[in-house]
Structures are given as structure tokens and as C-alpha cells.
């Protein structure tokens, strides 16, 4: 199982970025995906997770209203689009799979994707 993280880099506050997460070796559809970040010297936090058929989402309150979460069962892609940046959004942000039903119990890490929001 692979999930690979792109989408990251140096944007002004205020800019945006959309992350991508391609899994591949797995289910896709039969995962909740989540987004989660982790600034230095502090834990990792969720920031967005989506159900298996995209229809139920949840989001830090730090983030609502600013970032929205996707997903594409048939590219095996989950997406999170950040917009309204600010500093505090700086971390490495990282894709997470979580099996459902039957499989629930695997669960899979990708390996993160650096965001640095800065002028």
C-alpha cells in the first residue's frame, strides 16, 4: 500500500494550494481518508477527514469555512483544497487511509508533504 502526497509548497498568506493523496495497493473506496498536519514542536492534528462515499466530512474548526476535502474513487485520489491561508497553517501535512467494515483496523499513512505559508 502506497499513499503519496503532492501538492505542497511556499505560498503568501492569503494564497491557496490543493493537496493530492494517490493511493494505490488498496480499496480505495472501501477507506475514510483524512488529511492531518504536524507544525514543528507540536502534535499531529486532524484537519479534514471524508467517508467512503464522500457524502459525510468533518473538519477542524480551524479550518472551516477555508478548506474543503474531496475525493475520487475512480482515480483512487483524495484532495484537500486550502484556501485563505494563513502562518499558523504552516506543517507537514499528511494523508491518511482507514479501513471500513471488514477491514476496519488497517490503516495507512503516507509521507507527508510540506506546506509553508510566509511572506
Known amino acids: 500500500v502506497q499513499l503519496v502526497e503532492s501538492g505542497g509548497g511556499l505560498v503568501q498568506p492569503g494564497g491557496s494550494l490543493r493537496l493530492s493523496c494517490a493511493a494505490s495497493g488498496l480499496t480505495f473506496s472501501m477507506f475514510a481518508m483524512s488529511w492531518y498536519r504536524q507544525a514543528p514542536g507540536k502534535e499531529r492534528e486532524l484537519v479534514a477527514a471524508?467517508?467512503?462515499?464522500?457524502?459525510?466530512?468533518t473538519y477542524a474548526d480551524s479550518v472551516k469555512g477555508r478548506f474543503t476535502i474531496s475525493r475520487d474513487n475512480a482515480k483512487n485520489t483524495v484532495y484537500l483544497q486550502m484556501n485563505s491561508l494563513k502562518p499558523e497553517d504552516t506543517a507537514v501535512y499528511y494523508c491518511?487511509?482507514?479501513?471500513?467494515?471488514?477491514?476496519?483496523?488497517?490503516?495507512?499513512w503516507g509521507q507527508g508533504t510540506q506546506v509553508t505559508v510566509s511572506s
Open positions: 491518511r487511509a482507514q479501513g471500513l467494515g471488514v477491514i476496519r483496523g488497517l490503516d495507512y
Open positions: 471524508i467517508g467512503s462515499a464522500a457524502g459525510s466530512t
